[in-house]
């Protein structure tokens, strides 16, 4: 998703929503769009780290209703929101990091302690 948003014709260009146009244009019928709109929405909602209950799932799908221009605006606004995610734990990261802080001293630690334990198996401990 990107966004903000000046017209509907940029929402309507968005690669998601065509991909969603050209699905229906597939296998047309009455609500035939929803379940494509429904992915694109849970797909930022789980993106975002977010957990529905039983009755957020039911808003969700009676927004999966609308047109895929529609929702992708609200997806959207949940991947705008909630910024960049790690990869790791869902924490909120670093624009461009794939990890958090937290993360990625422990990746951090772990590397240099894997290149530790080969450094002694090449030098018997002697480094």
């Keep these: 998703m990107s966004g903000p948003f000046d017209t509907e014709q940029q929402a309507r260009e968005l690669p998601a929503v065509r991909e969603v146009y050209a699905a229906f244009d597939r296998d047309p019928g009455a609500g035939k769009m929803?379940?494509?709109?429904?992915?694109?929405l849970c797909e930022a909602i789980e993106a975002a780290g977010v957990e529905l209950g039983a009755y957020d799932e039911r808003i969700a799908a009676w927004l999966a209703q609308w047109e895929p221009?529609?929702?992708?605006?609200?997806?959207?606004w949940i991947t705008r929101a909630a910024g960049n995610r790690c990869q790791?734990?869902?924490?909120?990261?670093?624009?461009g990091n794939d990890?958090?802080?937290?993360?990625?001293?422990?990746?951090?630690?772990?590397?240099?302690?894997v290149l530790r334990e080969a450094a002694d198996e090449q030098t018997g401990g002697a480094w």
């Design 88 to 95: 790791r734990c869902g924490q909120p990261a670093p624009e």
């Design 34 to 40: 929803a379940p494509h709109n429904h992915r694109l």
């Design 69 to 76: 221009h529609t929702v992708a605006v609200i997806a959207s």
């Design 99 to 113: 990890w958090c802080a937290e993360c990625e001293d422990e990746n951090a630690a772990q590397a240099l302690q």
